[in-house]
């Protein structure tokens, strides 16, 4: 099948799409497949990385974008499949504990000094619609602690993002993937917003990556999000953690011992 020109994708709309059941998904079967995170500094252009958290400086954040090796992979294709002068920018990839916690307290922290008569129930539900619970719960991880969830956005020829109509975390419906579609009043920047939007989202389609409808950034590859939208029985893949020095020695020295060495 030919791949479709860019003028094409960015005349392709964006679907709307409903926000996940939480509590279903949750209760989605993980395959759990062994696969190692890797870092997208390591990618070639068209790819480019800036670890948008360990430059804010929030506690815990680190200075790479971990992915899972078949993110990784998926991730390089889609930025060569990108009209000559355009790269993806990766913002965000596997997530520690305590940055995905830090995000769901700063946020619902700002979701209550702004609303202050929301109920316990509603600040939950707003609260997610941009940051998922923390979870290190091997059966309910949240997205980007498994190193499947990615935060991406594309790029000129100069390294500057494109406008996208909203900025990477802006918590507002503007920032909902969709939020361009099937309005008839839109200014001259918003509709580069909504080509934009629509030229990521189908090339991310196209590698097998699945959107999460609340942010225009956020795609997800092999779990229980993916498995969600994307109407798979299981996800691949559960919590995750770059491997460190000690722990790498620690299985070195598990498997000599394993083989009868010391």
Request: charged content about 20%; hydrophobic content about 35%; proline content about 8%.
């Amino acid at each position: 099948m030919p791949r479709s020109s860019t003028a094409d994708l960015r005349q392709q709309a964006i679907p709307q799409h409903p926000e996940p059941s939480w509590t279903q998904l949750s209760r989605i079967p993980i395959e759990a497949r062994e696969e190692s995170l890797v870092p997208m500094s390591l990618a070639p252009p068209p790819v480019r990385v800036y670890p948008a958290y360990a430059r804010m400086e929030i506690p815990g954040a680190v200075n790479e974008c971990h992915v899972r090796e078949e993110v990784y992979r998926r991730l390089l294709a889609v930025a060569r499949a990108l009209p000559a002068g355009l790269t993806l920018l990766v913002l965000d990839g596997w997530r520690p504990w305590r940055v995905q916690q830090y995000l769901f307290e700063t946020l619902s922290e700002t979701i209550r000094e702004t609303h202050p008569g929301i109920s316990d129930d509603e600040l939950l539900e707003r609260t997610r619609e941009f940051v998922s619970l923390p979870s290190t719960d091997a059966n309910a991880p949240s997205p980007h602690l498994t190193g499947g969830a990615v935060d991406v956005t594309l790029c000129d020829a100069d390294g500057l993002p494109l406008e996208m109509g909203s900025v990477f975390d802006e918590a507002t419906a503007t920032s909902h993937t969709a939020a361009f579609e099937g309005r008839l009043d839109l200014t001259p920047n918003q509709i580069s917003a909504r080509d934009n939007r629509r030229l990521l989202y189908h090339n991310m389609l196209a590698q097998g990556f699945t959107n999460l409808p609340s942010e225009w950034w956020h795609f997800d590859f092999g779990d229980q999000l993916w498995a969600w939208y994307g109407g798979h029985d299981r996800a691949l893949y559960g919590p995750a953690e770059p491997e460190g020095v000690a722990s790498r020695w620690r299985r070195q020295f598990e498997q000599a011992a394993s083989h009868g060495g010391t």
